[in-house]
């Protein structure tokens, strides 16, 4: 929380000495954003804390394998069904272009053309990084899935083994 803090006062401060350079202020908050996003990524290079980047070609066969199911559904569906916590994980394991893309449209409501201000791209390169980025995302969930189910399974075979090895009575009581 405290660097939550820091970085927002970091950017207030930027905010601030640079108030010369906001050519138009109906664009504030999309100008502010672009400002704490610089913050955030110049502190998280500053303490080296890089995060693993999960392969895209699984995250995109996962996908494939969700959009082949019985169980097609759109990705607003789908988002309808999962639970903040979820996504936010989700959203941690993909590349950053692509999960800042789909965070400050799909979550923080911004416009395309806000989100190119703010990330510094053309917005042609927004409407991909989000596209892909819903589809990485979608991935994401389905192996996270997938994996917490065979996790599950292995735990209940494990433990039908260890019941099935006479505890049935005559134990501690």
Known sequence: MADAEDAVQEACGRAWLGLDELRDT???????????????????????????LVS???LEEAHEELIASEN???FEEVAAKLS??????ALGRLPDDFATAVELHDID???????AEIVGVP???VMSRISRGRRLLAGTV??????????????DKRDAKRGGAGTSGGGIR
């Open 26 to 52: 109906t664009r504030v908050r999309a100008w502010l954003y672009r400002i704490l996003r610089g913050v955030l990524s110049e502190n998280e290079e500053r303490s080296a804390r890089r995060r693993q």
């Open 56 to 58: 895209i070609t699984r």
């Open 72 to 74: 097609d559904m759109v």
């Open 84 to 89: 903040g916590e979820e996504v936010r994980a």
């Open 109 to 115: 409501g911004f416009k395309y053309h806000e989100i």
């Open 123 to 125: 917005i042609g390169t």
């Open 142 to 155: 389905m192996a996270s899935r997938t994996a917490a189910r065979e996790l599950g399974a292995s735990r």
